[in-house]
């Protein structure tokens, strides 16, 4: 259970086989740091290229393929103080008809982050809002394994790998889960988020590096699609487009878990989720949107 | 402002330009009652047929083609014992290639409703989860006014008249406002559920029949989509199919609702929805899904 | 098996349960006219208001809740000089985000028609085409039966008991049938196009006033969508939003139509879809897409 | 303009940038052989592991991120006797309610296939159509060039590098353009169908290994989306989901196509795409579907 304080050095814009940048044992803990989605440090500097860039990737010893990964978050925290986020509403979230009337221009405002206080601050007031200022909700915007099939994919879109899922559920505390496609996982993260909106709806949250402490599970089970937990909540994740399809991917990740791990029958799922299901927005930007179906624990079977 | 006390004997099972039930004025309030979405009543005896049937028409004197009506819910509460509510997870919510491995047969349960204690309670107790209690958590799934173009729709699905949109935050404190495309607006209600998880995924919450009150006004104003408040939140509420147009129609009536109504500017609207905005799931079963968007009110500027 | 001349004076915009303006027989013949989606007559002049107004309902005695009604087109043809055309895509065909490329203003063209020698040609020179040429194509747009529930239907939109399905197969010598929802099933048409692209894409083709002759069969028959015979294919089709859930409709429904009235097992039908199936998009552009699923008769067993 | 005989010794079922086969020069043509959708050669001996495994890489001189690559199909054919094709439809292209009605297990049939004939026969008499006959009509499923942003994405999606797009027009005598996205372009080819019906909706054509001779060329232009050509048609092709969203892509691509190369204005473009445009749809079976907007040459001013 050794603690690794990792500094990276080179960032992958695509999530797939790189050259492992740390190796980390079952239930080890690293401390690193993540650039923002321009590739900017703790210093802005820009010092990674593409969308997303991500540290990593970590080899898990121990994890194979048909494992399961559980990553828990221990801390998440925006290491600098500007933060950037667009105000352009994407066309794909209005109404083809209406998309005429949206301003074409993209616009990028400055907000300051203050980690001790908790806020982030417009820098230039809004002529309505002034120096508007908002609770930070930090979360990782894309984080995830090497996909199936030895394939690469790009650190701007989503798949049963995880990805640019882009939830605002995924903060410190959750422990999220992956399908193990390649030997020792390779585990990517970045794309910090000081806040964001659901469905990142702009494009972008308020974008920061970050400081991030997460902590390593291989566990011997076999999932489909990203699983989370919370202290409140059981999470599944759907990365697909459209909605309906990522909605289907989650509620079916779901039914399988009550099923396999809670050896619940039909109809007492049927009560729970008809009952209590909570569906979340992640995004609806990316080449994959984001569903997730979840369940408050408080109604699980001891 | 007078207080109208309506006792129906007469159902619709499509929202319509039916001849009126009862005629009120703007600002009167309405205590009435409705049956389950079977036809059932709060003696449980069948007396309307089809589904959801529906309360009313209500004609509002003085609501025009172009005005705005809005509805808000006093009260609202089960009142019969006995609900009913489906286990049976619908086709369409789960992957098209997992649908084979889900139960064919469409299994109802019953639950016994305690508006007092504010509980509904499993009558047979189900294997895993006993006599399982929920909260009551009263909500209509059903209501709305006269569709444009002169068109009977049925009370199973849903457009921008309202109807079928199965959204368990439309309960008792809320004021929803629709479009009136005929004289009179010609309200229609029905089909409450005592509780309902997000997306009424089994096709039905815990059905019941229900006494409500609710209070009418007329305001000038024209609006696109149905828009709701609640004491924290202001709705723009997306009638369609994909989840996606949904989604499109709700941010579109949002943004139309920040611009008009409280003049904001393009990057104020950005700032405000990109870093704020939430969207809920109403319905992911019916004809038309229905997605909220939705903006608590403390962001607003004053 | 009259033949009944028959001249519209009332028009509707919607499909519902109105007034038959004609009881015909089991069999009969109707010749009639239409008038164009604006309400323009043969003379050009404005007789009706509302979108696609349609002439109708006939009444078909012996056609009851159940049955098919199968209508099959002897002849149509434009009856007068002048035709109408958008030359302005829309929005919901291109992508998001190439939208604002897209010119705001929708534009006409205005075409002549010469039935006789069956051409449609540009009356004003287009800049690059001149004084453009096609072959006339003529189909009727918006065609079909009360709907089911008791419900009244717009003409601009489509469901299971057929309108606006925009499909540019549906021309003279076709045979289409529909599931009769209403005593008599209360027949309509109208929209007729001279010639049209697929999907509808401009929102029009080229429009006019039309004579038509049909005939009508009543056949003893369940049938969930329409469907429809031409010389050379047997075709399903489905009306629905997005494009996929319309394919979904009219593959099902040629499943059941293999199954059912010509019991092809589902190895049989596998191998006849499979490898021989095609699909047509009738329209992309109305409130439900059109997509027929067809299968040359000759792939059929004797 | 040199004539390359390639024979494969390495197949890749991830379109990527791996180690070229073969570098050839602009111009010059490739006779070259493909394994079937499993993986199966001319002898019918497994030797490619994956599913569509590619020949290739193809190193093209002088392609460079920007350009576009033209690769002309100058032949194609099955090289064996032997072709296997599903007889059970896909879940994803039938209604979900209906999906439990389908049978579950997955059947392949065994086609002789006979290049000389031009024919497909069925080798177990089906109990329906005997031994059934089909034409010849060979295409590739799967090929296209390593895709953007250095990622590796699987045979068995398409995106715009092309891959496994399933679209029965792509055969003999058509030419089809990718953007290139990497230096030498890296064309990629397998997956050849000798007979397939719209939408692959069996998820399988008859499967058979080819022999296929092609020649390619860099051109200087930049484009979108693949683009293809044949004797009577300009092909514009979008890959995505759902269907609606491949068709925005493709009609988007075909828009600039006319724009940028034909120099046409927005009104002609309407007038040709408004009443000429065919739509076809190549596949509804794989992650991403294909929709391919077309114009006949016909209509274009010269």
């Known amino acids: 259970m050794a603690i690794h304080k990792f500094r990276p050095e080179v960032y992958h814009d695509v999530l797939g086989q790189f050259e492992p940048v740390l190796r980390v044992d079952d239930g080890d803990t690293v401390i690193t740091s993540t650039v923002d989605n321009a590739g900017h440090d703790a210093s802005d500097t820009h010092v990674a290229h593409g969308i997303n860039p991500q540290t990593g990737p970590f080899y898990i010893e121990g994890a194979n393929p048909g494992d399961m990964l559980a990553v828990h978050f221990d801390k998440m925290l925006p290491n600098r103080k500007i933060g950037r986020a667009s105000v352009s509403i994407a066309s794909n979230v209005v109404d083809p008809d209406y998309i005429a009337e949206m ?3 993209r616009v990028i405002y400055e907000w300051e982050l203050d980690p001790e206080k908790g806020t982030a601050t417009l820098i230039n007031p809004d ?4 120096r508007f200022v908002l609770n930070l909700s930090p979360m990782l915007g894309c984080f995830g394994v090497a996909p199936m099939r030895n394939q690469g994919i790009a650190a701007t879109t989503a798949s049963n790998h995880g990805g640019n899922m882009d939830y605002n559920g995924f903060g410190a505390g959750v422990t999220v889960y992956f399908p193990v496609f390649v030997q020792g996982a390779l585990f990517f993260l970045g794309d910090g988020h000081a806040v964001q909106g659901d469905g990142e709806i702009t494009g972008m949250g308020i974008e920061s590096s970050f400081d991030v402490q997460f902590t390593v599970k291989v566990i011997k089970k076999r999932i ?11 999470m599944a994740v759907g990365n697909a487009r459209p909605l309906d399809q990522a909605l289907q991917q989650a509620t079916t990740e779901m039914i399988r878990w009550l099923k396999e791990d809670y050896k619940l029958g039909d109809h007492t799922i049927g009560v729970l989720l008809g009952q209590c299901v909570k569906y979340d927005i992640g995004n609806v930007y990316d080449p994959a949107y984001t569903v997730i179906c979840k369940l408050n624990k408080k109604w699980l079977p001891k």
Do not use: T
Not at 224 to 234: F, G, H, L, M, T
């Open 127 to 130: 002529p309505e809002l002034g």
């Open 103 to 105: 301003p074409e221009e």
């Open 224 to 234: 489909n699609c990203p699983r989370a937990e919370s202290s409140d909540y059981i």
